[in-house]
Structure formats: structure tokens, C-alpha cells
């Protein structure tokens, strides 16, 4: 079992910064992969980015240059700086984690993941 809380959200002016972050409690060292999502109202679910064991990293083409996940192993925490925000990438942020090995093509796909959290709200204003 792995416990996952995100914070960080809020609300900010197009062209601003947040930092996401995702606390991972229980079994984390079995976590193989962790991603963050986002889901609007009316939308489906979208991956945002992934980090795996390898420290590999995926972006959604669509925050590709402007969010970047990062991962702090001491602290057992997930980020996503966020920066040049648009009002399209207001959402609910969903952090999540994967215990297994997989195919990382599908690390940005919502049923490659085991465990979620919460959800933290990112509204940006025009």
C-alpha cells in the first residue's frame, strides 16, 4: 500500500509559477513509477509527466518546456514546477505511483497506475 497526498495547488495569473508536491507514505520503495494527471471538468483524465526508477521522465507535449517533475527520494516526494501558466492547465492534479514494472510508453496513461491521491486544485486566471 502506498499513501499519496498532494498540496500546492491555488490560484494564479496566466504567465505564473506553482509547485506541486506529493508526499508518498508505506511500501514507497516499491514504487517503480510515479506520474502526475489532471482532469478539468467535462475532460477526461490526461497524464502530465512521469518519473520511473531510472529517473526517466515523459511530458504531455502539451506542458512540454514549461512543468518539470522531480523527485526527492530523502523526502520521499514527487514535484511539479509549473511555470508560464495558461488557463487551459486549470485542473484537479492528481499525483500517482505504480509498484511494478511496465512499459514506459504508457507512463502517462491513468490505468498504468495502482495508487492516487487526492487531488489538488490549479486555477489560472486570464
Known amino acids: 500500500q502506498v499513501q499519496l497526498v498532494e498540496s500546492g495547488g491555488g490560484s494564479v495569473q496566466a504567465g505564473g509559477s506553482l509547485r506541486l508536491s506529493c508526499a508518498a507514505s508505506g511500501y514507497t520503495f516499491s514504487v517503480k513509477c510515479m506520474g502526475w494527471f489532471r482532469q478539468a471538468p467535462g475532460k477526461e483524465r490526461e497524464g502530465v509527466a512521469s518519473f520511473d526508477s531510472n529517473s526517466r521522465t515523459r511530458y504531455a507535449d502539451s506542458v512540454k518546456g514549461r512543468f518539470t517533475i522531480s523527485q526527492d527520494n530523502d523526502k520521499n516526494t514527487l514535484y511539479l514546477q509549473m511555470n508560464s501558466l495558461k488557463p487551459e492547465d486549470t485542473a484537479m492534479y492528481y499525483c500517482?505511483?505504480?509498484?511494478?514494472?511496465?512499459?514506459?510508453?504508457?507512463?502517462?496513461?491513468?490505468?498504468?497506475?495502482?495508487?492516487w491521491g487526492q487531488g489538488t486544485q490549479v486555477t489560472v486566471s486570464s
Open positions: 500517482a505511483a505504480r509498484l511494478v514494472d511496465g512499459v514506459s510508453w504508457l507512463q502517462l496513461s491513468p490505468g498504468y497506475y495502482n495508487y
